[in-house]
């Protein structure tokens, strides 16, 4: 699947990339743009959902929060952070909403949609899939020549989604 993804990348000489590092509470984003072999960060940060709202209320507040950047920054394809098996059950349930609810924007904001696994990710940033968060977010903000590491955690995950699409 990356095989093909690389390719179909390649054949771009410009376009734009969303990453998404979904959660309940918050989902980490960033958007790069591609320009032949540069990348250029435009902007990155969370979209947060408030914890005294019920789940159909916070599911609706991600949907509407990544749309209106969708519609802002026009990407070609987004890659999302798959689910891992969790310890937490509840945490679990929580990202499934939330990733359902994401892959449901995405298709209706005709966004192809690109999963890995946080290890694919690891591997792809640092040269191997158990690097640490501080590693990876090295390598992000050496990749994109940004003055300082990316804050917050899950941004910085988002960024580092964001460039393995390149």
Same mark, same amino acid.
């Given at each position: 699947?990356?095989?093909?993804?690389?390719?179909? #990348? !390649?054949?771009?000489?410009?376009? =734009?990339? %969303?990453? /998404?590092?979904? +959660?309940?509470?918050? @989902?980490?984003?960033? #958007? !790069?743009?591609?320009?032949?072999? =540069?990348? %250029?960060? /435009?902007?990155? +940060?969370?979209?947060? @959902?408030?914890?005294?709202?019920?789940?159909?209320?916070?599911?609706?507040? %991600?949907?509407?929060?990544?749309?209106?950047?969708?519609?802002?920054?026009?990407?070609?394809?987004?890659?999302?952070?798959?689910?891992?098996?969790?310890?937490?059950?509840?945490?679990?349930?929580?990202?499934?909403?939330?990733?359902?609810?994401?892959?449901?924007?995405?298709?209706?904001?005709?966004?192809?949609?690109?999963?890995?696994?946080?290890?694919?990710?690891?591997?792809?940033?640092?040269?191997?899939?158990?690097?640490?968060?501080?590693?990876?977010?090295?390598?992000?903000?050496?990749?994109?020549?940004?003055?300082?590491?990316?804050?917050?955690?899950?941004?910085?995950?988002?960024?580092?989604?964001?460039?393995?699409?390149?």
């Amino acid at each position: 699947m990356i095989n093909c993804l690389n390719v179909y #990348l !390649l054949a771009c000489l410009y376009m =734009i990339i %969303l990453g /998404l590092d979904p +959660g309940l509470a918050t @989902t980490g984003y960033a #958007l !790069l743009k591609k320009e032949r072999s =540069i990348l %250029l960060a /435009l902007e990155w +940060g969370v979209i947060e @959902t408030s914890k005294s709202d019920n789940l159909p209320k916070r599911l609706h507040t %991600l949907a509407s929060d990544l749309a209106k950047l969708i519609k802002k920054f026009r990407p070609q394809i987004a890659v999302v952070e798959s689910l891992f098996v969790a310890k937490n059950l509840k945490t679990a349930i929580n990202v499934s909403h939330a990733r359902g609810v994401i892959a449901l924007t995405l298709h209706q904001q005709n966004v192809r949609m690109l999963e890995l696994t946080p290890l694919q990710v690891k591997s792809r940033i640092a040269g191997y899939g158990s690097a640490s968060k501080k590693q990876v977010q090295y390598m992000v903000k050496a990749l994109l020549n940004l003055r300082r590491t990316p804050k917050p955690d899950d941004a910085a995950d988002a960024l580092a989604l964001a460039i393995c699409a390149t």
